[in-house]
Protein backbone atom coordinates (compact mmCIF):
# COMPACT_ATOMS: atom_id res chain seq x y z
CA UNK A 1 0.00 0.00 0.00
CA UNK A 2 3.02 2.38 0.29
CA UNK A 3 2.72 2.63 -3.48
CA UNK A 4 -0.75 3.93 -3.17
CA UNK A 5 0.06 6.31 -1.11
CA UNK A 6 2.84 7.25 -2.75
CA UNK A 7 0.40 7.90 -5.46
CA UNK A 8 -2.12 9.47 -3.62
CA UNK A 9 0.62 12.26 -2.27
CA UNK A 10 2.04 12.47 -5.98
CA UNK A 11 -1.64 13.66 -6.97
CA UNK A 12 -2.13 15.72 -3.82
CA UNK A 13 0.88 17.66 -5.30
CA UNK A 14 -0.16 18.01 -8.25
CA UNK A 15 -2.99 19.22 -7.46
CA UNK A 16 -1.67 21.78 -5.01
CA UNK A 17 0.57 23.00 -8.18
CA UNK A 18 -2.42 23.13 -10.36
CA UNK A 19 -4.59 25.71 -7.55
CA UNK A 20 -1.64 27.39 -6.10
CA UNK A 21 1.58 27.60 -8.14
CA UNK A 22 0.07 31.18 -9.50
CA UNK A 23 -0.87 32.81 -6.69
CA UNK A 24 2.39 34.55 -5.81
CA UNK A 25 2.33 35.94 -9.40
CA UNK A 26 -1.41 36.65 -10.01
CA UNK A 27 -0.96 40.44 -9.35
CA UNK A 28 1.94 40.57 -12.08
CA UNK A 29 -0.38 39.33 -14.82
CA UNK A 30 -3.52 41.10 -13.37
CA UNK A 31 -1.51 44.82 -13.40
CA UNK A 32 -0.48 43.67 -16.99
CA UNK A 33 3.35 43.85 -15.86
CA UNK A 34 4.13 40.52 -18.27
CA UNK A 35 1.92 37.45 -20.02
CA UNK A 36 0.82 34.45 -18.33
CA UNK A 37 3.85 32.08 -19.49
CA UNK A 38 7.17 34.39 -17.85
CA UNK A 39 5.07 34.86 -14.90
CA UNK A 40 4.25 31.00 -14.39
CA UNK A 41 7.93 30.25 -15.08
CA UNK A 42 8.65 32.76 -12.24
CA UNK A 43 6.53 31.33 -9.86
CA UNK A 44 7.49 27.93 -10.77
CA UNK A 45 11.17 28.35 -10.55
CA UNK A 46 11.00 30.34 -6.38
CA UNK A 47 8.20 27.70 -5.64
CA UNK A 48 11.00 25.00 -6.28
CA UNK A 49 13.30 26.94 -3.89
CA UNK A 50 11.01 27.54 -1.52
CA UNK A 51 10.15 24.09 -1.01
CA UNK A 52 13.92 23.21 -1.27
CA UNK A 53 14.60 25.39 1.89
CA UNK A 54 11.60 23.60 3.60
CA UNK A 55 13.69 20.72 3.80
CA UNK A 56 15.40 22.80 6.19
CA UNK A 57 13.25 25.16 7.24
CA UNK A 58 9.73 23.79 7.73
CA UNK A 59 9.80 20.76 10.04
CA UNK A 60 7.45 22.06 12.94
CA UNK A 61 4.40 22.55 9.73
CA UNK A 62 5.84 18.25 9.40
CA UNK A 63 4.73 17.69 12.81
CA UNK A 64 1.24 18.97 12.46
CA UNK A 65 0.25 17.56 9.12
CA UNK A 66 0.76 14.45 9.62
CA UNK A 67 -1.96 13.68 12.23
CA UNK A 68 -0.17 13.54 15.98
CA UNK A 69 -0.85 16.46 16.79
CA UNK A 70 -4.91 16.14 15.79
CA UNK A 71 -5.74 12.09 17.00
CA UNK A 72 -4.95 10.69 20.03
CA UNK A 73 -4.62 7.14 19.05
CA UNK A 74 -1.72 5.97 16.74
CA UNK A 75 -4.09 5.75 13.86
CA UNK A 76 -2.04 8.54 11.85
CA UNK A 77 0.58 6.37 11.06
CA UNK A 78 -1.46 3.30 9.47
CA UNK A 79 -1.60 3.28 5.35
CA UNK A 80 -5.42 3.05 5.33
CA UNK A 81 -5.32 6.40 7.50
CA UNK A 82 -3.21 8.15 5.36
CA UNK A 83 -4.11 7.64 1.87
CA UNK A 84 -7.77 8.37 2.11
CA UNK A 85 -6.19 11.91 3.44
CA UNK A 86 -4.17 12.21 0.50
CA UNK A 87 -7.01 11.06 -2.04
CA UNK A 88 -9.52 13.21 -0.47
CA UNK A 89 -7.38 16.36 -0.45
CA UNK A 90 -6.33 15.72 -4.27
CA UNK A 91 -9.79 15.61 -5.20
CA UNK A 92 -11.13 18.59 -3.21
CA UNK A 93 -8.23 20.74 -4.71
CA UNK A 94 -8.52 19.02 -8.33
CA UNK A 95 -12.23 19.59 -8.43
CA UNK A 96 -12.18 23.28 -6.84
CA UNK A 97 -8.71 24.15 -9.67
CA UNK A 98 -11.20 22.88 -12.77
CA UNK A 99 -14.01 25.53 -11.38
CA UNK A 100 -11.30 28.14 -11.26
CA UNK A 101 -11.43 28.53 -7.77
CA UNK A 102 -8.81 29.39 -5.21
CA UNK A 103 -8.63 27.07 -2.29
CA UNK A 104 -6.30 25.99 0.00
CA UNK A 105 -5.14 22.82 0.34
CA UNK A 106 -4.10 23.22 3.96
CA UNK A 107 -7.96 23.24 4.69
CA UNK A 108 -8.40 20.42 2.60
CA UNK A 109 -5.70 18.29 4.09
CA UNK A 110 -6.81 19.22 7.72
CA UNK A 111 -10.35 18.10 6.20
CA UNK A 112 -9.06 14.88 5.32
CA UNK A 113 -7.21 14.19 8.78
CA UNK A 114 -10.63 15.16 10.26
CA UNK A 115 -12.35 12.97 7.96
CA UNK A 116 -10.31 9.62 8.11
CA UNK A 117 -9.51 9.98 11.90
CA UNK A 118 -13.14 10.01 12.65
CA UNK A 119 -14.24 7.23 10.45
CA UNK A 120 -11.25 5.66 11.60
CA UNK A 121 -11.07 6.06 15.44
CA UNK A 122 -13.77 7.78 16.14
CA UNK A 123 -14.71 11.56 17.41
CA UNK A 124 -13.39 10.82 20.81
CA UNK A 125 -10.30 10.22 19.13
CA UNK A 126 -9.96 13.93 17.41
CA UNK A 127 -8.63 16.67 19.31
CA UNK A 128 -10.58 19.34 17.95
CA UNK A 129 -9.29 21.47 20.44
CA UNK A 130 -5.68 21.24 19.00
CA UNK A 131 -7.55 21.75 15.92
CA UNK A 132 -9.16 24.66 16.59
CA UNK A 133 -6.05 26.66 17.87
CA UNK A 134 -3.39 25.50 16.24
CA UNK A 135 -4.94 24.93 12.65
CA UNK A 136 -8.21 26.51 12.29
CA UNK A 137 -7.51 29.99 14.08
CA UNK A 138 -4.50 30.52 11.73
CA UNK A 139 -6.45 29.57 9.05
CA UNK A 140 -9.46 31.41 9.46
CA UNK A 141 -8.02 34.85 10.47
CA UNK A 142 -4.78 35.33 7.97
CA UNK A 143 -7.05 36.44 4.81
CA UNK A 144 -8.54 39.09 6.77
CA UNK A 145 -5.24 39.63 8.48
CA UNK A 146 -3.79 40.42 4.89
CA UNK A 147 -6.69 42.17 4.14
CA UNK A 148 -6.09 44.53 6.75
CA UNK A 149 -2.76 45.18 6.65
CA UNK A 150 -2.89 45.75 2.87
CA UNK A 151 -5.39 48.50 3.51
CA UNK A 152 -3.79 49.82 6.10
CA UNK A 153 -0.44 50.49 4.66
CA UNK A 154 -1.32 50.85 1.13
CA UNK A 155 -1.58 54.56 1.86
CA UNK A 156 2.15 54.91 3.83
CA UNK A 157 3.64 52.53 0.99
CA UNK A 158 1.91 55.16 -1.85
CA UNK A 159 3.52 58.16 -0.35
CA UNK A 160 6.67 56.92 0.44
CA UNK A 161 7.38 54.34 -2.56
CA UNK A 162 8.27 55.48 -5.78
CA UNK A 163 6.22 53.55 -7.73
CA UNK A 164 3.43 54.77 -10.99
CA UNK A 165 3.66 58.40 -10.51
CA UNK A 166 6.59 60.66 -10.12
CA UNK A 167 10.34 59.68 -10.30
CA UNK A 168 10.25 55.43 -10.72
CA UNK A 169 13.27 55.12 -12.97
CA UNK A 170 16.57 54.30 -12.30
CA UNK A 171 18.75 54.71 -15.59
CA UNK A 172 23.17 54.75 -16.07
CA UNK A 173 23.67 56.64 -19.00
CA UNK A 174 26.60 55.41 -21.74
CA UNK A 175 30.18 56.71 -20.29
CA UNK A 176 31.30 59.49 -23.15
CA UNK A 177 34.58 60.45 -23.81
CA UNK A 178 36.01 63.56 -22.44
CA UNK A 179 38.72 66.13 -22.73
CA UNK A 180 41.05 66.66 -20.02
CA UNK A 181 44.18 69.72 -20.47
CA UNK A 182 47.59 67.81 -20.05
CA UNK A 183 49.65 71.29 -20.79
CA UNK A 184 49.01 75.04 -22.18
CA UNK A 185 48.18 73.84 -25.95
CA UNK A 186 47.24 69.65 -25.50
CA UNK A 187 44.79 67.65 -24.20
CA UNK A 188 43.70 64.25 -23.50
CA UNK A 189 40.35 62.07 -24.01
CA UNK A 190 39.46 60.04 -20.81
CA UNK A 191 36.68 57.89 -20.31
CA UNK A 192 34.06 59.62 -18.09
CA UNK A 193 32.15 58.08 -15.66
CA UNK A 194 28.57 56.80 -16.35
CA UNK A 195 25.71 59.12 -15.36
CA UNK A 196 23.40 57.83 -12.92
CA UNK A 197 20.11 59.08 -13.18
CA UNK A 198 16.83 59.00 -10.79
CA UNK A 199 14.01 60.18 -13.12
CA UNK A 200 10.25 60.00 -14.75
CA UNK A 201 10.35 57.08 -16.94
CA UNK A 202 9.74 59.11 -19.92
CA UNK A 203 12.82 61.23 -19.12
CA UNK A 204 14.86 58.04 -19.14
CA UNK A 205 14.06 56.46 -22.57
CA UNK A 206 16.74 59.16 -24.01
CA UNK A 207 18.68 56.56 -26.00
CA UNK A 208 22.20 57.19 -23.81
CA UNK A 209 21.22 54.93 -20.88
CA UNK A 210 22.70 51.33 -21.03
CA UNK A 211 20.78 50.52 -18.13
CA UNK A 212 17.38 51.43 -17.18
CA UNK A 213 15.49 49.83 -14.44
CA UNK A 214 11.80 50.59 -13.50
CA UNK A 215 11.75 50.17 -9.56
CA UNK A 216 7.88 49.82 -9.34
CA UNK A 217 8.45 46.70 -11.90
CA UNK A 218 11.78 45.60 -10.00
CA UNK A 219 9.87 45.31 -6.92
CA UNK A 220 6.99 43.57 -8.33
CA UNK A 221 8.84 40.67 -9.55
CA UNK A 222 10.56 40.60 -6.65
CA UNK A 223 7.47 40.84 -4.52
CA UNK A 224 6.08 38.01 -6.35
CA UNK A 225 9.08 36.13 -6.17
CA UNK A 226 9.08 36.27 -2.40
CA UNK A 227 5.42 35.10 -2.09
CA UNK A 228 5.96 32.00 -4.65
CA UNK A 229 9.25 31.10 -2.61
CA UNK A 230 6.78 31.75 0.66
CA UNK A 231 4.75 29.07 -0.81
CA UNK A 232 6.91 26.32 -1.40
CA UNK A 233 8.18 26.56 2.05
CA UNK A 234 4.76 26.38 3.63
CA UNK A 235 3.00 23.94 1.45
CA UNK A 236 5.48 21.22 0.78
CA UNK A 237 6.03 19.86 4.47
CA UNK A 238 2.00 19.91 5.01
CA UNK A 239 2.10 17.29 1.84
CA UNK A 240 5.17 15.57 1.90
CA UNK A 241 4.34 14.87 6.31
CA UNK A 242 1.74 11.94 4.58
CA UNK A 243 4.84 10.03 3.35
CA UNK A 244 6.99 11.01 6.21
CA UNK A 245 5.06 9.20 8.75
CA UNK A 246 4.76 6.37 6.61
CA UNK A 247 7.83 5.64 4.98
CA UNK A 248 11.39 5.22 6.52
CA UNK A 249 12.55 6.18 3.12
CA UNK A 250 15.22 9.62 2.46
CA UNK A 251 13.18 12.56 3.20
CA UNK A 252 14.60 14.57 0.81
CA UNK A 253 13.33 12.11 -1.95
CA UNK A 254 9.99 12.15 -0.34
CA UNK A 255 10.26 16.47 -0.67
CA UNK A 256 12.16 15.80 -4.05
CA UNK A 257 9.19 13.99 -5.20
CA UNK A 258 6.35 16.65 -3.63
CA UNK A 259 8.59 19.65 -5.81
CA UNK A 260 8.37 17.85 -8.95
CA UNK A 261 4.73 17.00 -8.81
CA UNK A 262 4.03 20.65 -8.07
CA UNK A 263 5.94 22.28 -10.15
CA UNK A 264 3.83 19.74 -12.97
CA UNK A 265 0.94 20.47 -11.83
CA UNK A 266 1.45 24.11 -11.92
CA UNK A 267 2.81 24.05 -15.34
CA UNK A 268 -0.33 22.02 -16.66
CA UNK A 269 -3.47 22.85 -14.77
CA UNK A 270 -2.43 26.62 -13.53
CA UNK A 271 -4.84 28.73 -16.27
CA UNK A 272 -8.50 28.68 -14.66
CA UNK A 273 -7.15 29.60 -11.13
CA UNK A 274 -4.94 32.42 -12.59
CA UNK A 275 -7.50 34.00 -14.57
CA UNK A 276 -9.72 34.22 -11.22
CA UNK A 277 -7.21 35.90 -9.44
CA UNK A 278 -6.07 37.90 -12.20
CA UNK A 279 -8.81 39.54 -13.62
CA UNK A 280 -12.16 38.35 -12.55
CA UNK A 281 -11.95 39.96 -9.01
CA UNK A 282 -10.44 43.76 -9.40
CA UNK A 283 -8.35 45.43 -11.26
CA UNK A 284 -4.88 46.62 -10.10
CA UNK A 285 -1.99 49.11 -10.52
CA UNK A 286 1.54 48.25 -10.17
CA UNK A 287 1.29 50.43 -6.94
CA UNK A 288 -1.33 48.55 -5.36
CA UNK A 289 0.10 45.15 -6.47
CA UNK A 290 3.24 45.16 -5.01
CA UNK A 291 1.68 46.62 -1.42
CA UNK A 292 -0.46 43.12 -1.68
CA UNK A 293 2.54 41.45 -2.57
CA UNK A 294 4.45 42.30 -0.08
CA UNK A 295 2.05 41.71 2.78
CA UNK A 296 1.36 38.42 1.85
CA UNK A 297 4.87 37.07 1.43
CA UNK A 298 5.56 38.58 5.14
CA UNK A 299 2.60 37.25 6.42
CA UNK A 300 3.37 33.27 4.71
CA UNK A 301 7.29 33.64 5.84
CA UNK A 302 6.68 34.52 9.29
CA UNK A 303 4.15 31.96 9.78
CA UNK A 304 6.29 29.41 8.06
CA UNK A 305 9.10 29.93 10.25
CA UNK A 306 6.57 29.70 13.22
CA UNK A 307 5.11 26.65 11.96
CA UNK A 308 1.51 28.41 11.41
CA UNK A 309 -0.45 26.11 9.04
CA UNK A 310 -1.36 29.66 7.39
CA UNK A 311 -3.24 28.98 3.73
CA UNK A 312 -0.83 31.21 1.05
CA UNK A 313 -4.49 31.14 -0.93
CA UNK A 314 -6.48 32.47 1.76
CA UNK A 315 -3.52 35.37 1.94
CA UNK A 316 -2.95 36.07 -1.06
CA UNK A 317 -6.60 35.93 -1.60
CA UNK A 318 -7.59 38.63 1.56
CA UNK A 319 -4.23 40.99 -0.20
CA UNK A 320 -6.11 40.91 -3.46
CA UNK A 321 -9.84 41.89 -1.80
CA UNK A 322 -7.92 44.76 0.06
CA UNK A 323 -7.26 45.90 -3.48
CA UNK A 324 -11.03 45.22 -3.98
CA UNK A 325 -11.56 47.33 -0.92
CA UNK A 326 -9.14 50.37 -2.54
CA UNK A 327 -11.28 50.30 -5.89
CA UNK A 328 -14.77 49.34 -4.76
CA UNK A 329 -16.93 50.35 -7.63
CA UNK A 330 -14.91 47.62 -9.98
CA UNK A 331 -14.31 44.97 -7.96
CA UNK A 332 -16.58 42.04 -8.65
CA UNK A 333 -17.75 41.09 -5.39
CA UNK A 334 -19.91 38.32 -6.58
CA UNK A 335 -16.93 36.70 -7.98
CA UNK A 336 -15.56 37.31 -4.36
CA UNK A 337 -18.41 35.84 -2.35
CA UNK A 338 -17.96 32.81 -4.70
CA UNK A 339 -14.27 32.22 -3.72
CA UNK A 340 -15.60 32.42 -0.19
CA UNK A 341 -18.31 30.29 -0.45
CA UNK A 342 -15.75 27.73 -1.77
CA UNK A 343 -13.63 28.48 1.10
CA UNK A 344 -16.44 27.30 3.58
CA UNK A 345 -17.16 24.37 1.62
CA UNK A 346 -13.38 23.14 1.67
CA UNK A 347 -12.85 21.60 5.10
CA UNK A 348 -16.34 19.61 5.22
CA UNK A 349 -15.60 18.56 1.69
CA UNK A 350 -12.67 17.07 2.14
CA UNK A 351 -14.09 15.37 5.41
CA UNK A 352 -16.55 13.76 3.99
CA UNK A 353 -14.32 12.79 0.89
CA UNK A 354 -11.85 11.19 2.89
CA UNK A 355 -14.19 8.96 5.43
CA UNK A 356 -15.61 7.32 2.18
CA UNK A 357 -12.60 6.68 0.88
CA UNK A 358 -11.62 5.09 3.91
CA UNK A 359 -14.49 2.76 4.22
CA UNK A 360 -13.94 1.75 0.61
CA UNK A 361 -10.32 0.80 1.36
CA UNK A 362 -11.08 -0.94 4.82
CA UNK A 363 -13.77 -3.28 2.70
Known sequence: MIYLLAASVALLSFANGANDNFK???????????????????????????????????????????????????????????????????????LASRMGFPISTTHALTGGLVGAGIAAAGFSQVKFAALASGVAAPLLFSPFVALVFTLGLYPLFARVAPIGDGRDCLCVDEADL??????????????????????????????????????????????????????????TPKIAALLLVASAASAKLHFGMVVAAMALGGILGAARVARTLSHKITPMATREAVAANLVSAALVTVASFWALPVSTTHVTSGSIFGIGLLRRNQADWRRVREILLSWVATLPLGALLAAGFYWLLKF
Open 24 to 94: GVATLWGARRTSYAPALAWATGFTVLGSVAAVWFAAGLVAKFNGSKLLSSGVHMQMPFLVPVALAAATTVL
Open 178 to 235: MALPVGASASAAVLAPPAVRWAKSEECQTGAEVVRVRVGDALHWLSAAAISFARGLND
